[in-house]
């Protein structure tokens, strides 16, 4: 089965900093992935570089695609929602549903109008109108009504409340998402996605320091609650990050002996959020 | 393709309502208030004036006047076709330059506009090339926005057409043209005035195109490009080579154009004439050549330097 993207060796530098690095990365058809990062990690560079917004040296293909090269040919089966794509406030929602049906010919008008429906969102209103939540339901609503491979959504749910975050991603599965899609979405809101991904990334000064699937990742992270006098017992096991705890510390071990850490004291799996503190801030141990 | 071309153009009349719909709309309007005021005829007398001391202003500066007041005692409202003639070339020339300052306008701002509001990149996530994007909006601006405003400043005229055999008739008492003498002289102007528009469109491609580059180009104020280059060359040169010949040139473009619009809302017959001369110009040539590579940069400029 082809990869929905195959990225070798991707690769770019502004001036002298190198923004990403050597990075590896294949995507298959039907899953979901998680690109996880901080800020200036190379989270949004990486998405240019697949969605053919900016070049990147090394060898990256998109639906077989060159996202450079090929970009309007891969964007009829590509759609994504930026943060910072935002839709022009002059436009009126019933504007944009016929220009998404003038020049996407996978769009599906009567599908995002069903959806739109179920909204406050009105085909009359201007999108100067419309609150940050209803825009983001508009901009969904658009994106679901395209039967495309691939889906890239950066930073979607920035400055919304709980409610819509959680409706945004109720939709996104029970609507949109089915075996032959592909989602690509990076967050800083990581525990909201956690139950939502099927692989995962982390991005660190623009280089992969995780590349793995959410049943690896149970299997590979492990989380030792001790108390403090029995911190003693781990001396001779690195913890790849501790953080203190009621009472005691949470060690979290990457690849360790899951018997003997659970003779040791209470495991359990941790949670992303804390794995991907662990794998940011480890290394100042 | 011809389907996302339309689609396109529709969404620059989308963004740009006020100056390529409203506006000719709101002219229209004035310039009917106007007819209704009883501006016709005032502008009729002005007609008479000027076409009569056009030929006869030769010194007596008296004479002028005379031919006004002579126009304003109904003496020289004849069946004179010249008369309607310089009428609807006022009209029409009233659309045409509003039309050419919504242009500047519009050139200046539309590949800067989407990276200033940062709708760029929802643009960008459709399946529409840079070519097809920078095409149309080309398009809208040469082709789209100049068709209604030539069906307004038609209808515009026509309005006024109707109003001067209407107020010359039952107010004046004079003459009138016969209907069928109107209709030929009315339809040759709304032919001139399309034409006219063909051949200074032709020769302000160029200045269109920079005004596009400008605006691909530019992090902010495209204007400060668009006019402050060609100004800054025009005075270097001067300082260093002590010579105005790029100005010339600008000038000799510009004024082509609009002597060309001139010539043919008043004979749109020539249209054969002016566009021979057009083409053995090697300015004209050299023009078209210009805003090729113009275009051309601009849609490299979308390609690879949006983000700035």
Same mark, same amino acid.
């Given at each position: 089965?082809q990869?929905?993207i195959?990225?070798?060796?991707?690769?770019?530098?502004?001036?002298s900093?190198?923004?990403?690095d050597?990075?590896?990365?294949d995507?298959?058809?039907?899953?979901?992935?998680?690109?996880?990062?901080?800020?200036?990690?190379?989270?949004?560079?990486?998405?240019?570089a697949?969605?053919?917004?900016?070049?990147?040296?090394?060898?990256l293909?998109?639906?077989g695609?060159?996202?450079?090269? $090929?970009?309007?040919?891969?964007? @009829?089966?590509?759609?994504?929602?930026?943060?910072?794509?935002?839709?022009?406030?002059?436009?009126?929602v019933? $504007?944009?549903?016929? #220009?998404?049906?003038?020049?996407?010919?996978?769009?599906?008008?009567?599908?995002?109008?069903?959806?739109? $429906?179920?909204t406050?969102?009105?085909?009359?209103?201007?999108?100067? @109108?419309?609150s940050?939540?209803?825009?983001? @339901?508009?901009?969904?609503a658009?994106?679901?009504?395209?039967?495309?491979?691939?889906?890239?959504?950066?930073?979607?749910?920035?400055?919304?409340?709980?409610?819509?975050?959680?409706q945004?991603y109720?939709?996104?599965?029970?609507? #949109?998402?089915?075996?032959?899609?592909?989602?690509?979405?990076?967050?800083?809101?990581?525990?909201?996605?956690?139950?939502?991904?099927?692989?995962?990334?982390?991005?660190?000064q623009?280089?992969?320091c995780?590349?793995?699937?959410?049943?690896?990742? $149970?299997?590979?992270?492990?989380?030792?609650?001790?108390?403090?006098?029995q911190?003693?017992?781990?001396?001779?096991?690195?913890?790849i990050?501790?953080?203190?705890?009621l009472?005691?510390?949470?060690?979290?071990?990457?690849?360790?002996?899951?018997?003997?850490?659970?003779s040791?004291?209470?495991?359990?799996?941790?949670s992303?959020?804390?794995?991907?503190?662990?794998?940011?801030?480890?290394?100042?141990? | 393709?011809?389907?996302?071309?339309?689609?396109?153009?529709?969404?620059?009349?989308?963004?740009?309502r *006020?100056?390529?719909?409203?506006?000719?709309?709101?002219?229209? +309007?004035?310039?009917?208030?106007?007819?209704?005021? +009883?501006?016709?005829?005032?502008?009729?007398?002005?007609? &008479?004036?000027?076409?009569?001391?056009?030929?006869? /202003?030769?010194?007596?500066?008296?004479?002028?006047?005379e031919?006004?007041? %002579?126009?304003?005692?109904?003496?020289?409202?004849?069946?004179?076709? &010249?008369?309607?003639?310089? &009428?609807?070339?006022?009209?029409?020339?009233?659309?045409?330059?509003?039309?050419?300052?919504?242009?500047?306008? /519009?050139?200046?701002?539309?590949? /800067? *506009?989407?990276r200033?509001?940062?709708s760029?990149?929802?643009?960008?996530?459709?399946?529409?090339?840079?070519?097809?994007?920078?095409?149309?909006?080309?398009?809208? +601006?040469?082709?789209g926005?100049?068709?209604?405003?030539?069906?307004?400043?038609?209808?515009?005229?026509a309005?006024?057409?109707?109003?001067?055999?209407?107020?010359?008739?039952?107010?004046?008492?004079?003459?009138?043209?016969?209907?069928?003498?109107?209709?030929?002289?009315?339809?040759?102007?709304?032919?001139?005035?399309?034409?006219?528009?063909?051949?200074?469109?032709l020769?302000?491609l160029p200045?269109f195109?920079w005004?596009?580059?400008?605006?691909a180009?530019?992090?902010k104020?495209p204007?400060?490009?668009?006019? &402050?280059?060609?100004?800054?060359?025009?005075?270097?040169?001067?300082?260093?080579?002590?010579?105005?010949?790029?100005?010339?040139?600008l000038?000799?473009?510009?004024?082509?154009?609009?002597?060309?619009?001139?010539?043919?809302?008043?004979?749109?017959l020539?249209?054969? %004439?002016?566009?021979?001369?057009?083409l053995s110009s090697?300015?004209?040539?050299?023009?078209?050549?210009? *805003?090729?590579v113009?275009?051309?940069?601009?849609?490299w400029?979308?390609?690879?330097?949006?983000?700035?």
């Amino acid at each position: 089965m082809q990869p929905v993207i195959k990225a070798r060796g991707l690769s770019k530098s502004y001036g002298s900093k190198r923004v990403l690095d050597s990075i590896d990365l294949d995507l298959m058809p039907g899953r979901i992935l998680g690109l996880i990062g901080p800020n200036g990690a190379g989270k949004t560079t990486l998405l240019k570089a697949i969605l053919g917004l900016a070049p990147a040296q090394g060898e990256l293909a998109v639906l077989g695609l060159n996202p450079h090269t $090929q970009r309007t040919r891969m964007l @009829q089966e590509i759609s994504f929602i930026a943060d910072t794509a935002i839709l022009p406030r002059w436009l009126k929602v019933k $504007q944009a549903l016929e #220009y998404l049906e003038g020049v996407h010919p996978r769009f599906d008008r009567a599908k995002a109008e069903v959806f739109l $429906q179920r909204t406050e969102v009105k085909a009359h209103m201007l999108v100067r @109108q419309l609150s940050k939540g209803m825009l983001t @339901q508009l901009h969904l609503a658009l994106v679901m009504a395209i039967d495309s491979k691939l889906l890239v959504l950066d930073e979607p749910t920035l400055g919304l409340d709980i409610l819509y975050r959680k409706q945004f991603y109720n939709t996104l599965l029970d609507d #949109y998402f089915d075996k032959d899609k592909t989602i690509l979405i990076t967050t800083h809101q990581v525990e909201e996605i956690e139950n939502l991904l099927t692989d995962v990334v982390f991005i660190r000064q623009g280089k992969l320091c995780l590349n793995t699937s959410m049943e690896e990742l $149970q299997d590979r992270f492990i989380e030792l609650q001790l108390t403090d006098d029995q911190l003693a017992k781990v001396a001779g096991h690195t913890p790849i990050h501790s953080r203190p705890i009621l009472g005691g510390k949470a060690l979290i071990f990457e690849g360790g002996d899951r018997e003997l850490l659970r003779s040791l004291g209470p495991i359990k799996t941790p949670s992303l959020a804390d794995i991907f503190v662990a794998k940011m801030h480890g290394e100042k141990l | 393709m011809k389907a996302k071309m339309l689609t396109q153009i529709k969404r620059e009349f989308w963004e740009c309502r *006020s100056s390529f719909i409203k506006t000719p709309l709101v002219t229209t +309007g004035i310039l009917v208030v106007l007819l209704v005021l +009883g501006v016709a005829p005032w502008h009729y007398k002005i007609a &008479g004036f000027i076409s009569q001391s056009s030929v006869s /202003y030769t010194g007596n500066s008296n004479l002028g006047f005379e031919v006004l007041e %002579e126009a304003a005692g109904h003496q020289s409202i004849t069946t004179d076709p &010249g008369y309607l003639v310089h &009428g609807l070339t006022a009209v029409f020339s009233i659309f045409a330059v509003i039309l050419l300052v919504v242009l500047l306008f /519009y050139f200046a701002d539309t590949l /800067y *506009s989407d990276r200033r509001d940062q709708s760029v990149l929802f643009w960008k996530s459709m399946p529409v090339s840079e070519s097809e994007t920078v095409l149309s909006k080309l398009i809208a +601006g040469v082709i789209g926005a100049p068709a209604v405003y030539v069906g307004t400043a038609l209808l515009t005229g026509a309005l006024f057409t109707l109003s001067f055999l209407i107020y010359a008739g039952s107010v004046w008492k004079i003459p009138v043209p016969e209907l069928g003498s109107v209709v030929p002289i009315f339809l040759k102007c709304a032919l001139g005035l399309v034409f006219g528009w063909i051949v200074l469109a032709l020769w302000y491609l160029p200045l269109f195109s920079w005004l596009l580059f400008s605006s691909a180009f530019v992090r902010k104020t495209p204007f400060m490009l668009a006019l &402050g280059l060609p100004l800054a060359l025009i005075v270097a040169e001067k300082w260093v080579l002590h010579s105005h010949h790029l100005f010339r040139v600008l000038r000799d473009q510009i004024g082509s154009g609009l002597y060309n619009l001139g010539v043919l809302v008043q004979d749109p017959l020539t249209l054969p %004439e002016r566009i021979a001369a057009a083409l053995s110009s090697p300015q004209f040539l050299l023009g078209l050549l210009v *805003s090729a590579v113009l275009l051309c940069a601009c849609v490299w400029l979308r390609k690879n330097r949006w983000e700035i």
